[in-house]
Nanobody
Framework: QVHLEESGGGFVPPGGSLRLTCLLS????????MAWFRQAPGKEREAVAA????????TYADSAKGRFTISRDDAKNTVLLQMNSLEKEDTAVYYC?????????????????WGQGTQVTVSS
């Protein structure tokens, strides 16, 4: 019933910016948690940022604080991830995910709905 679709990935030089969009269709509660994860080649998937569907409690991994901003556009049923000051270490496939309200925002196994991912490549 729930479907997530990411877009906005691409190729960007170090120091550049990129904005990812997650479009959600299906039923969702205001307290459901939306998150962005990423996975680089040879590495485990890691949480980047999360936010409640109603916009409450934006939360960030240490690697994203001060550079990334997660937000919701209620009119468009989307979750946005604005990424500034991008570094080569940010290169990864970025995934949008959804889970019911819970305390462990960054636990991959807690998320039951996932998009297919969008590639972000930071390189000169």
């Amino acid at each position: 019933q729930v479907h997530l679709e990411e877009s906005g990935g691409g190729f960007v030089p170090p120091g550049g910016s990129l904005r990812l969009t997650c479009l959600l269709s299906g039923r969702v509660w205001d307290t459901d948690v939306m998150a962005w994860f990423r996975q680089a080649p040879g590495k485990e998937r890691e949480a980047v940022a999360a936010i409640a569907w109603n916009g409450d409690r934006p939360t960030y991994a240490d690697s994203a604080k001060g550079r990334f901003t997660i937000s919701r556009d209620d009119a468009k049923n989307t979750v946005l991830l604005q990424m500034n000051s991008l570094e080569k270490e940010d290169t990864a496939v970025y995934y949008c995910a959804k889970r019911p309200f819970g305390r462990l925002w960054n636990k991959e196994a807690s998320y039951d709905h996932w998009g297919q991912g969008t590639q972000v490549t930071v390189s000169s």
